[in-house]
C-alpha cells in the first residue's frame, strides 16, 4: 500500500529540478557579486574623499600667504592712486578757481595794468578811439622759449609782521615798442576771501616808477626813554 502511495519520478521532474536549482545559484552569486561590486565602490569612494579631506588639511600656507600679500599690495596700489589724484585734482582746482590763487591775483592785476590809461600811455600802446592794442603778459623770461605759456610767473607767500599771509608776485608786460615789470604784494584779507592788494608798481627802463597802489608807509611811534613816553597822551 505505501509503494503505490509515493508519486513516480521520471526524467523530466528531475531535469525541472536541477534547472531551478541552477537558477537559484546563478541569482544568489549575482546578488553576491553586486553586493561585493558596491561595496569596493563604497570603500573606493570614502577613500577619495579621506585622502581629498587629508590634502585640504594638510596644504601649505604659501599659497594663502601669496594671495593674501598680492591682494594687499593692490589694494594699497589702488588706495594710494585714488590719494595722488584727489591731491592733484584739488590743487588744481585750488590753483584755477580760489580767489586766493597765484592765477586769479595774476589776472587781476593784468586787468588793472590793461584799464590803467597812464599805464598805457608810458608802454607806448598804440590805442584809437575805436580799438585798443592788446598787452602781453607773461612770467620770468628764463629761457627763449618764444611761447609766453611757458614763461612761469615768479610767486611766493611767506608770513608778514603783522601775522597775516602776504602774497608776491611778479610777471612782465609788453607792448608792441615797450617791456615793463610789474611787483604786485597782497596781503590776506579779513572781510574777504580775496587778498587785498597792498602794493602795486611797474618798472619801464628809461622810466620813471609808476605806482598803481602806492604801499603805506607806517611811521613808528618814538618812545621815550626805557621805553615809555613820559609826556602827554596824544
Not at 173 to 181: F, R, Y
Not at 219 to 224: L, Q, R, S, T, Y
Request: one cysteine or more; a positive charge; proline letters at 5%.
Amino acid at each position: 500500500m505505501l509503494a503505490k502511495s509515493l508519486p513516480k519520478l521520471n526524467f523530466w521532474s528531475n531535469a525541472r529540478l536541477s534547472t531551478s536549482c541552477s537558477a537559484r545559484t546563478l541569482l544568489v552569486g549575482l546578488a553576491q557579486r553586486r553586493g561585493y561590486a558596491a561595496a569596493q565602490f563604497n570603500n573606493s569612494t570614502a577613500s577619495e574623499q579621506a585622502k581629498k579631506t587629508a590634502k585640504t588639511k594638510t596644504s601649505p600656507l604659501w599659497p594663502k600667504i601669496k594671495a593674501f600679500t598680492s591682494f594687499t599690495v593692490s589694494g594699497a596700489l589702488v588706495v594710494g592712486a585714488s590719494g595722488l589724484a584727489g591731491l592733484v585734482i584739488y590743487l588744481l582746482l585750488q590753483e584755477l578757481f580760489s580767489p586766493s590763487g597765484d592765477t586769479r591775483l595774476f589776472n587781476n592785476a593784468v586787468s588793472m595794468v590793461e584799464s590803467d590809461p597812464e599805464a598805457r600811455e608810458l608802454l607806448l600802446c598804440n590805442d584809437s578811439g575805436k580799438s585798443k592794442e592788446r598787452l602781453k603778459a607773461y612770467g620770468e623770461l628764463l629761457t627763449d622759449d618764444r611761447w609766453t605759456r611757458n614763461r612761469p610767473i615768479l610767486s611766493t607767500r611767506r608770513i608778514g609782521k603783522d601775522g597775516r599771509e602776504h602774497h608776491y608776485l611778479r610777471f612782465h608786460v609788453e607792448s608792441k615798442q615797450k617791456l615793463a615789470l610789474v611787483h604786485v604784494e597782497a596781503r590776506e584779507s579779513d572781510k574777504n576771501y580775496t587778498p587785498d592788494l597792498v602794493s602795486m608798481y611797474m618798472d619801464i627802463p628809461g622810466e620813471k616808477r609808476y605806482y598803481f597802489i602806492k604801499p603805506q608807509v607806517s611811521i613808528a611811534k618814538p618812545k621815550g626813554f626805557l621805553g615809555v613816553n613820559w609826556g602827554p597822551k596824544t
